[in-house]
T-cell receptor
Framework: DAGVTQSPTHLIKTRGQQVTLRCSPK?????VSWYQQALGQGPQFIFQ???????QRGNFPDRFSGHQFPNYSSELNVNALLLGDSALYLC?????????????????FGPGTRLTVT | EDQVTQSPEALRLQEGESSSLNCSYT??????LFWYRQDPGKGPEFLFT???AGEEKEKERLKATLTKKESFLHITAPKPEDSATYLC???????????FGKGTMLLVSP
């Protein structure tokens, strides 16, 4: 059973550039959430996608945008990169479709993409 | 606003020396409390979910407990391979998103 996969593993970008990160959810999952984890901090919620729509968004600027495809995979786009965007970007998948009780929405994380902005 | 505070920030143990990690939380209607283990540079690995006060779950040398205000992760006779950062997160009603604490960095020396 394939777990959550993310690509690329590492990425180095220059300030002002744009970046796209990709995530494939665990088999059977229909929801993808993105988190940003700065060094020494816990993950912070960016946004969540379900049925190809953004369901909820954390306290992140509009420079952060995303997309979910019909096969449930997802992309995170960050425009006009800042030095402070350097972090580990984590994707988590879960299943919240019909028949799943609300509290059975355990999230499984991928290995992350390490983004360095110089 | 949901808040999660973990203590201590770092903990150093000798192999076999049992201890506990604390996770205090403030949330409007707890839907679930999650514990994850995270190795350096990797994604969090799911350990436990606790749903109601009084609930306990065990996995090998780890045992998680939950009260109305906090959760403890008890580590019995730890081994060096238990060294990692342990993250606690809460889930509020309505959505499945998680609010995380900063984590406790555990180092177990042989």
């Amino acid at each position: 059973d394939a777990g959550v996969t993310q690509s690329p593993t590492h990425l180095i970008k220059t300030r002002g550039q744009q970046v796209t990160l990709r995530c494939s959810p665990k088999s059977g999952h229909d929801t993808v959430s993105w988190y940003q984890q700065a060094l020494g901090q816990g993950p912070q919620f960016i946004f969540q996608y379900y049925e190809e729509e953004e369901r909820q968004r954390g306290n992140f600027p509009d420079r952060f945008s995303g997309h979910q495809f019909p096969n449930y995979s997802s992309e995170l786009n960050v425009n006009a990169l800042l030095l402070g965007d350097s972090a580990l970007y984590l994707c988590a998948s879960s299943f919240i479709g019909p028949g799943v009780r609300a509290f059975e929405r355990e999230q499984y994380f991928g290995p992350g993409t390490r983004l360095t902005v110089t | 606003e949901d808040q999660v505070t973990q203590s201590p920030e770092a903990l150093r143990l000798q192999e076999g020396e049992s201890s506990s990690l604390n996770c205090s939380y403030t949330v409007s209607g707890l839907r679930g409390l999650f514990w994850y283990r995270q190795d350096p540079g990797k994604g969090p690995e799911f350990l436990f979910t606790l749903y109601s006060a009084g609930e306990e779950k065990e996995k090998e040398r780890l045992k998680a407990t939950l009260t109305k205000k906090e959760s403890f992760l008890h580590i019995t006779a730890p081994k060096p391979e238990d060294s990692a950062t342990y993250l606690c997160a809460v889930q509020a009603p309505g959505y499945s998103t998680l609010t995380f604490g900063k984590g406790t960095m555990l180092l177990v020396s042989p």
